[in-house]
């Protein structure tokens, strides 16, 4: 099922004398709103505090802590929450796009919960960083948001309310984000979400054979010195 065109409930609105132009015109504008905050809000933010994240770790020396599983942990969720911001900027929203977002934003949660939960029991987790934590999960849930409040038809067809649901995944053919943006974007989630835990992982992999237990060497034995004979008792024998 394609997207309503936000233009048809502005046309609408026209009919109705109670509305005024300026009510028309923030009708028309609210996609091109949304996709503006999701690039200059959501996605800085996400990656702001990701990036402020793998500060803490580092700070923390994960790499002799809580380690390599922990590493792995942080680039599921990162994958997670970059799931429903690439999809909103990049791909068509219908209910298949919905439905991913909304998985992935509940697997996230739970990811997230196993991330503590295990770094707790081996290192140090300060309040700042439960604070980053914290940040990092409102961040997929305001992308998911968006994209269900700005798609309310799409939604309702997710639940069986609006027509047939299409869960095809397509890329942006209205009104796409231009060449440059894109490769911008696809830039910033490179420089700033992927390579700092890509350095995090490389880290806690050369450290790990310094914390895996060595074998006890067995301590060579003495050899037993020969006391020579007595010359004396020798001869007196």
């Not at 300026?22 to 905050?37: S, Y």
């Not at 739970?110 to 934590?133: F, G, K, M, N, S």
């Not at 060449?179 to 490389?202: D, K, N, Y």
Request: charged share 20%.
């Amino acid at each position: 099922m394609k997207p309503r065109p936000p233009h048809l409930a502005a046309l609408r609105a026209l009919a109705d004398p109670s509305v005024r132009p300026r009510d028309v015109r923030r009708a028309l504008g609210v996609e091109t709103a949304t996709r503006r905050w999701l690039i200059g809000g959501v996605l800085p933010l996400w990656l702001g505090a990701g990036l402020a994240d793998w500060h803490r770790h580092r700070r923390t020396h994960i790499e002799t802590t809580a380690g390599t599983r922990e590493s792995m942990i942080h680039s599921l969720m990162m994958t997670e929450a970059g799931i429903p911001v690439a999809l909103g900027l990049f791909c068509e929203v219908n209910p298949g796009v919905l439905a991913t977002c909304a998985g992935a934003l509940a697997v996230h949660g739970a990811t997230a919960y196993w991330d503590v939960t295990y770094a707790e029991e081996r290192r140090r987790v300060t309040p700042l960083e439960q604070h980053i934590h914290s940040l990092l999960e409102v961040v997929p849930l305001m992308a998911t948001g968006f994209l269900t409040v700005l798609y309310w038809d799409q939604a309702r067809a997710l639940v069986g309310r609006n027509g047939r649901p299409d869960f095809r995944l397509r890329l942006k053919r209205r009104d796409p984000l231009s060449c440059r943006t894109q490769i911008a974007l696809l830039t910033a989630m490179g420089v700033f979400g992927a390579l700092p835990h890509a350095e995090e992982m490389i880290r806690c992999l050369r450290a790990r054979p310094a914390l895996e237990p060595q074998p006890t060497a067995t301590p060579a034995l003495t050899p037993t010195l020969a006391i020579p004979a007595d010359p004396e008792h020798a001869a007196a024998e």
